[in-house]
């Protein structure tokens, strides 16, 4: 984290995610048309929802039971981010939840973008990111957004990856951009390192 850079807190950041997210797609270019407007009613509709239950008693709850409201919350919102099963590009395997599985695409030219796991979250999280990439034409690329940074994987030269991810609350997605890609992409996703 910069140094001078006052952090936020998980509320301030799902706020910040939803005001992203209404105006903006995963990738950060805007939307138009019926796509935004749909976004626009639903996060109306949202804040619309936390008056109304703010109104009704949620400060009575303990500080536990309202995190997790906000954690629900923020994760079905964000849900629509990631890619539907019949869209993708590969084919992906939950484990625990939207944050971990396994990803597995054979591509023959294919161009295009998976976002494979993620979400909303005011909760932090740590993964365990692994896999591998044979290119044989054209490009991959797995791209870790966290929040507004994004990070691209780098391959070694027998195209092994692996990272460990430390996300804050907000909006954590791991995604894989096709680019005329012929060759096989596998992602693995998990909160702790499997034994070797």
Request: charged share 25%; net charge negative; proline share 1%.
């Amino acid at each position: 984290m910069k140094s001078g850079r006052r952090r936020k807190n998980g509320f301030a950041i799902f706020l910040s995610e939803l005001r992203q997210w209404c105006c903006f797609g995963i990738s950060g270019t805007p939307e138009s048309g019926k796509a935004k407007m749909r976004k626009v009613i639903s996060c109306v509709l949202v804040l619309g929802v936390m008056l109304h239950v703010t109104g009704c008693g949620i400060r009575n709850l303990d500080r536990e039971e309202v995190m997790g409201f906000l954690d629900n919350l923020a994760g079905e919102i964000a849900s629509g981010q990631i890619t539907q099963d019949r869209d993708l590009i590969g084919e992906r395997l939950y484990a625990e939840d939207k944050y971990t599985g396994r990803y597995l695409a054979e591509c023959g030219g294919e161009t295009g973008r998976d976002v494979v796991f993620g979400g909303g979250s005011v909760e932090s999280r740590k993964l365990y990111l692994c896999g591998y990439m044979v290119t044989y034409s054209g490009k991959a690329v797995v791209r870790i957004r966290m929040n507004e940074d994004v990070v691209e994987l780098e391959p070694d030269e027998e195209g092994y990856f692996e990272t460990s991810l430390n996300l804050e609350g907000g909006g954590n997605y791991i995604m894989v951009k096709y680019e005329n890609f012929c060759g096989t992409v596998e992602v693995t996703s998990g909160y702790s390192r499997a034994a070797d």
